[in-house]
T-cell receptor, first 114, second 117 residues
Framework: DGGITQSPKYLFRKEGQNVTLSCEQNLNHDAMYWYRQDPGQGLRLIYYSQIVNDFQKGDIAEGYSVSREKKESFPLTVTSAQKNPTAFYLC?????????????FGPGTRLTVL | AQSVTQLDSHVSVSEGTPVLLRCNYSSSYSPSLFWYVQHPNKGLQLLLKYTSAATLVKGINGFEAEFKKSETSFHLTKPSAHMSDAAEYFCVASLGGSRTNTDKLIFGTGTRLQVFP
């Protein structure tokens, strides 16, 4: 089955540590996205990548970094510079065959800073 | 500014009664509009979409939505709620007009639907 996988499902981090969230897709989509979700705020875009070896900042990129070395993988690193990293993180990819932006979402990773 | 507004943060209904979740958009271009559903600690699942074809759109699980350009609305409805419909619902827009506009989605802040027995 085609889809998006994110790991781990739950992640705990001590303050001052960097952590990397995994996102893998086997849909052969070019574009991938990372979102942060906080209660009552909907989804906010962190970074997105439209093609391998290229990515752009979203609305809340500070304290985060990404890489896109392979088409199927788009890992997100939450650095110690992110002041309030506790949140639910969602990865998505975009269908290439449509003129509009329809996205598939992964199951999410819940990050908690202790 | 382009935006999506979900008019209710919480909606409560009894099982078997109709559901109405309201969404308004603001855009200079003709948008594509989506409704996604999210169950607790899960990703978002696409319920239905409007892409400039029929204005009344049918989706999964008995949901439907009507695009009304004059009212800039895209409300989600279901004739009879089930307990399994309890979840968070997001109205989302993909703006038209240029390739740059379609790079990002515009999300509403979500409506939490509670269904009572």
């Amino acid at each position: 089955d085609g889809g998006i996988t994110q790991s781990p499902k739950y992640l705990f981090r001590k303050e001052g540590q960097n952590v990397t969230l995994s996102c893998e897709q086997n849909l052969n989509h070019d574009a991938m996205y990372w979102y942060r979700q906080d209660p009552g705020q909907g989804l906010r875009l962190i970074y997105y990548s439209q093609i391998v070896n290229d990515f752009q900042k979203g609305d809340i990129a500070e304290g985060y970094s990404v890489s896109r070395e392979k088409k199927e993988s788009f890992p997100l690193t939450v650095t110690s510079a992110q002041k309030n990293p506790t949140a639910f993180y969602l990865c998505a990819s975009r269908r290439d065959d449509l003129s509009y932006n329809e996205q598939f979402f992964g199951p999410g990773t819940r990050l908690t800073v202790l | 500014a382009q935006s999506v507004t979900q008019l209710d943060s919480h909606v409560s209904v009894s099982e078997g009664t109709p559901v109405l979740l309201r969404c308004n958009y603001s855009s200079s271009y003709s948008p594509s509009l989506f409704w996604y559903v999210q169950h607790p600690n899960k990703g978002l699942q696409l319920l239905l979409k409007y892409t400039s074809a029929a204005t009344l759109v049918k989706g999964i699980n008995g949901f439907e939505a009507e695009f009304k350009k004059s009212e800039t609305s895209f409300h989600l409805t279901k004739p009879s709620a089930h307990m399994s419909d309890a979840a968070e619902y997001f109205c989302v827009a993909s703006l038209g007009g240029s390739r740059t506009n379609t790079d990002k989605l515009i999300f509403g802040t979500g409506t939490r639907l509670q269904v009572f027995p």
